[in-house]
């Protein structure tokens, strides 16, 4: 429901109303309908954008016209709408001066959260001293059903609020003044910079044959939008807090919210759980099932329902929710037995001799016995599932229940029936220049890696990160074997172990002179509050040359990239005697090896469908606890065009895109089969004229 001026100036106690009226015209804030209370918005408006005297009452007059009789206030405006933008170049280091961006991103057909998804909005940054002075001007409101502010009404001459202005005190030639400044300093479509600012990062993407740089930009539309959701009740969105010191340098939104800027939060939330791995807990507890998957909250909810607890209208709406409730039951079930899985792949493996003792003669058999004998065990493993269901006082009630029995056993029996299956053989490319080979890095350890993928996301890295390290490792190799063999790493897929995303403030460097005109120490002109990530990962790389990867071990550990994402990158400690590096030149060798991953970990896959905008996000999002809001690519405010101090020879402004992936767990990789894995696990960069997306690899 959208809340009216005119409720809000009906409050009785002075500092709730005081405190709900500055809130209400705030920019963060949900937008406040002003019908029929025009003279009382602009009123609020200019209160608020006047420091002295101290305001007691937001609605007072007097002291609003204050503002408007005072000719200096009227040049400072005037001053600063040359400094409005769409995109904001001085977010986060405010150093960045003397530029404004005006622009929206290029037309595209492809399918991610941009600017375009968001009502535009203009912002302003410049000089911090008098940034109040554009509140009136720019914090937005509701009138006649559409969203306004004071900048657009006087530019397109609202005869109302002309005459609230007069109203107010505002003479006839400052109102020609501020006009005449409008329609001047304020392009209707385009003004970007002619040069790249010192300050203003760059990065660069292989792009037609050569190189394209891009400076990354902050949409302000986007910003906005956010803080609005991050305070609406409604919005099923996670947030989290970035912090930026100086603030008012930095624009008049991030001074609104004194540097305390609202993000989407969405890390990945894993940790390594040796407690499900038979391999690491058989010596503590013996744990030979994983009864938390059979017992917890959400699938004793599934099986109520497949009991027939409140059952839907119609018989379709039945059978297609049984569908997926038996789909989260056989996924259940495979996952109650990832533990015999896990050990079992362990000493196939790694040839381990290690002695298993139990008193139950199926986790021996399962272990140790023929693989394709494995669906013999059906009956003593249902048997088990069942004694599982009744350690547990709240899944008690669902142990050999009349209405489970059937429907249990026979997911038991298809996980049964994809364990004692071999991979099918795939026939593979004896020319091995058209052969596909990988390069798979286990257990790579990332510490210090920007947790910020974009200005708008806190959680995975950047795909365009990933992508980077990955093309770097493929220039540092090429570049050592010198003519020997070529590569070209086409894709990668991701693996994550282990995340932990921490806040850490840390010194910026020295570049600010103590004295100016002598010699003197620089010294650190602030602290930057931001977050990072530790990471454990594996990235499986997809190839095309004309040699043999598997020839060239030695070249591969030696070009190995060193950062990642702004982070150190790390082999595994050498006392894990964990085999660090491998390469293949057959699918089948490279599944057997991956197909046994923990099941801690998740896989991240790209997924088709994809959101639109903000609303879109929070549906995909609740409908799909799978899914995970990613930074996935840029797109362009402009075609590529030379600019001076550009890193390449075509540079262009673009702002951060945002998509959704997909969350694969470890066993769904391993029931889903080679083919499957192959064909949507791998992350590819896609080019065009508006866009540099990584995206699925649909080779």
Same mark, same amino acid.
């Given at each position: 429901?959208?809340? *009216?001026? *005119?409720?809000?100036?009906?409050?009785?106690?002075?500092?709730?109303?005081?405190?709900?009226?500055?809130?209400?015209?705030?920019?963060?804030?949900?937008?406040?309908?002003?019908?029929?209370?025009?003279?009382?918005?602009?009123?609020?408006?200019?209160?608020?954008?006047?420091?002295?005297?101290?305001?007691?009452?937001?609605?007072?007059?007097?002291?609003? *016209?204050?503002?408007?009789?005072?000719?200096?206030?009227?040049?400072?405006?005037?001053?600063?709408?040359?400094?409005?933008?769409?995109?904001?170049?001085?977010?986060?280091?405010?150093?960045?001066?003397?530029?404004?961006?005006?622009?929206?991103?290029?037309?595209?057909?492809?399918?991610?959260?941009?600017?375009?998804?968001?009502?535009?909005?203009?912002?302003?940054?410049?000089?911090?001293?008098?940034?109040?002075?554009?509140?009136?001007?720019?914090?937005?409101?509701?009138?006649?059903?559409?969203?306004?502010?004071?900048?657009?009404?006087?530019?397109?001459?609202?005869?109302?609020?002309?005459?609230?202005?007069?109203?107010?005190?505002?003479?006839?030639?400052?109102?020609?003044?501020?006009?005449?400044?409008?329609?001047?300093?304020?392009?209707?479509?385009?003004?970007?910079?002619?040069?790249?600012?010192?300050?203003?990062?760059?990065?660069?993407?292989?792009?037609?044959?050569?190189?394209?740089?891009?400076?990354?930009?902050?949409?302000?539309?986007?910003?906005?939008?956010?803080?609005?959701?991050?305070?609406?009740?409604?919005?099923?969105?996670?947030?989290?807090?970035?912090?930026?010191?100086?603030?008012?340098?930095?624009?008049?939104?991030?001074?609104?919210?004194?540097?305390?800027?609202?993000?989407?939060?969405?890390?990945?939330?894993?940790?390594?759980?040796?407690?499900?791995?038979?391999?690491?807990?058989?010596?503590?507890?013996?744990?030979?099932?994983?009864?938390?998957?059979?017992?917890?909250?959400?699938?004793?909810?599934?099986?109520?329902?497949?009991?027939?607890?409140?059952?839907?209208?119609?018989?379709?709406?039945?059978?297609?929710?049984?569908?997926?409730?038996?789909?989260?039951?056989?996924?259940?079930?495979?996952?109650?037995?990832?533990?015999?899985?896990?050990?079992?792949?362990?000493?196939?493996?790694?040839?381990?001799?290690?002695?298993?003792?139990?008193?139950?003669?199926?986790?021996?058999?399962?272990?140790?016995?023929?693989?394709?004998?494995?669906?013999?065990?059906?009956?003593?493993?249902?048997?088990?599932?069942?004694?599982?269901?009744?350690?547990?006082?709240?899944?008690?009630?669902?142990?050999?229940?009349?209405?489970?029995?059937?429907?249990?056993?026979?997911?038991?029996?298809?996980?049964?029936?994809?364990?004692?299956?071999?991979?099918?053989?795939?026939?593979?490319?004896?020319?091995?220049?058209?052969?596909?080979?990988?390069?798979?890095?286990?257990?790579?350890?990332?510490?210090?890696?920007?947790?910020?993928?974009?200005?708008?996301?806190?959680?995975?890295?950047?795909?365009?990160?990933?992508?980077?390290?990955?093309?770097?490792?493929?220039?540092?190799?090429?570049?050592?074997?010198?003519?020997?063999?070529?590569?070209?790493?086409?894709?990668?897929?991701?693996?994550?172990?282990?995340?932990?995303?921490?806040?850490?403030?840390?010194?910026?460097?020295?570049?600010?002179?103590?004295?100016?005109?002598?010699?003197?120490?620089?010294?650190?002109?602030?602290?930057?509050?931001?977050?990072?990530?530790?990471?454990?990962?594996?990235?499986?790389?997809?190839?095309?040359?004309?040699?043999?990867?598997?020839?060239?071990?030695?070249?591969?550990?030696?070009?190995?990239?060193?950062?990642?994402?702004?982070?150190?990158?790390?082999?595994?400690?050498?006392?894990?005697?964990?085999?660090?590096?491998?390469?293949?030149?057959?699918?089948?060798?490279?599944?057997?090896?991956?197909?046994?991953?923990?099941?801690?970990?998740?896989?991240?896959?790209?997924?088709?469908?994809?959101?639109?905008?903000?609303?879109?996000?929070?549906?995909?999002?609740?409908?799909?606890?799978?899914?995970?809001?990613?930074?996935?690519?840029?797109?362009?405010?402009?075609?590529?065009?030379?600019?001076?101090?550009?890193?390449?020879?075509?540079?262009?402004?673009?702002?951060?895109?945002?998509?959704?992936?997909?969350?694969?767990?470890?066993?769904?990789?391993?029931?889903?089969?080679?083919?499957?894995?192959?064909?949507?696990?791998?992350?590819?960069?896609?080019?065009?004229?508006?866009?540099?997306?990584?995206?699925?690899?649909?080779?």
């Amino acid at each position: 429901m959208i809340m *009216k001026l *005119k409720d809000l100036l009906t409050i009785e106690n002075d500092i709730e109303r005081q405190a709900i009226l500055k809130k209400a015209f705030m920019p963060y804030s949900e937008l406040i309908d002003v019908d029929g209370n025009e003279l009382n918005a602009l009123t609020i408006l200019l209160n608020l954008s006047l420091s002295k005297p101290e305001c007691n009452n937001w609605s007072d007059n007097v002291r609003a *016209k204050q503002y408007l009789f005072n000719s200096d206030h009227i040049d400072i405006v005037c001053n600063e709408i040359k400094w409005l933008h769409t995109h904001n170049l001085k977010f986060p280091d405010c150093r960045v001066k003397e530029q404004r961006l005006i622009a929206s991103p290029l037309a595209c057909e492809t399918s991610f959260i941009s600017s375009t998804s968001v009502t535009s909005s203009f912002g302003w940054s410049h000089n911090s001293a008098v940034y109040k002075h554009t509140v009136w001007l720019l914090n937005p409101f509701i009138w006649q059903g559409e969203m306004w502010c004071l900048l657009d009404l006087i530019r397109y001459e609202e005869t109302l609020w002309l005459k609230c202005l007069k109203q107010l005190g505002l003479s006839a030639s400052s109102l020609r003044q501020l006009k005449a400044v409008i329609s001047r300093d304020l392009p209707e479509l385009h003004e970007l910079p002619s040069e790249v600012d010192r300050f203003s990062k760059q990065l660069r993407f292989p792009w037609n044959n050569d190189y394209l740089s891009i400076t990354p930009v902050v949409s302000h539309s986007i910003q906005t939008e956010l803080e609005r959701l991050a305070r609406d009740a409604h919005s099923t969105l996670k947030f989290t807090t970035a912090t930026f010191p100086n603030s008012p340098s930095i624009g008049n939104l991030c001074a609104s919210v004194g540097g305390n800027m609202r993000v989407l939060n969405y890390p990945l939330g894993i940790t390594a759980e040796f407690g499900k791995s038979f391999v690491s807990s058989k010596n503590k507890k013996g744990v030979f099932f994983d009864d938390y998957q059979l017992t917890n909250a959400k699938f004793c909810k599934v099986l109520s329902h497949l009991c027939g607890a409140e059952p839907l209208t119609t018989v379709k709406q039945q059978r297609h929710v049984r569908y997926y409730q038996l789909q989260i039951a056989r996924k259940q079930i495979a996952l109650w037995l990832l533990p015999l899985i896990e050990v079992k792949d362990h000493i196939d493996s790694e040839c381990d001799v290690m002695s298993i003792e139990s008193g139950n003669p199926a986790v021996q058999q399962f272990i140790y016995g023929d693989e394709s004998k494995i669906i013999d065990l059906l009956k003593p493993l249902n048997q088990q599932l069942h004694l599982s269901l009744q350690s547990n006082y709240y899944s008690s009630r669902y142990a050999y229940h009349a209405k489970l029995l059937a429907p249990l056993k026979r997911q038991l029996k298809w996980v049964l029936d994809q364990l004692s299956q071999p991979e099918k053989p795939r026939v593979e490319s004896e020319n091995s220049s058209e052969q596909e080979l990988f390069i798979y890095l286990k257990s790579l350890r990332v510490e210090d890696a920007n947790a910020m993928s974009c200005p708008y996301l806190c959680g995975t890295l950047s795909l365009t990160s990933i992508w980077g390290f990955v093309h770097h490792y493929q220039r540092q190799l090429n570049k050592l074997l010198d003519g020997e063999a070529e590569f070209d790493f086409q894709s990668f897929a991701i693996f994550y172990r282990e995340e932990n995303v921490k806040s850490t403030t840390k010194l910026t460097e020295p570049s600010v002179l103590e004295a100016k005109r002598t010699i003197s120490n620089a010294k650190r002109p602030t602290i930057l509050a931001t977050k990072y990530s530790d990471l454990i990962m594996d990235i499986v790389i997809k190839v095309k040359g004309t040699g043999r990867i598997t020839d060239y071990g030695k070249q591969l550990k030696t070009t190995l990239p060193s950062q990642l994402a702004g982070g150190t990158v790390f082999q595994p400690q050498l006392h894990s005697g964990i085999k660090w590096l491998s390469s293949y030149s057959s699918q089948s060798d490279l599944f057997y090896r991956i197909k046994s991953l923990p099941a801690s970990g998740t896989w991240l896959f790209p997924e088709v469908n994809q959101p639109t905008s903000f609303a879109e996000l929070d549906i995909f999002l609740s409908k799909d606890e799978s899914l995970i809001p990613i930074s996935n690519g840029f797109h362009l405010l402009e075609p590529p065009i030379e600019r001076k101090n550009a890193l390449t020879s075509v540079h262009a402004y673009a702002e951060n895109t945002i998509s959704v992936a997909k969350c694969v767990n470890a066993i769904d990789v391993r029931f889903s089969g080679r083919d499957h894995f192959f064909k949507q696990a791998f992350w590819k960069q896609e080019n065009n004229e508006t866009t540099i997306l990584i995206q699925k690899d649909k080779n």
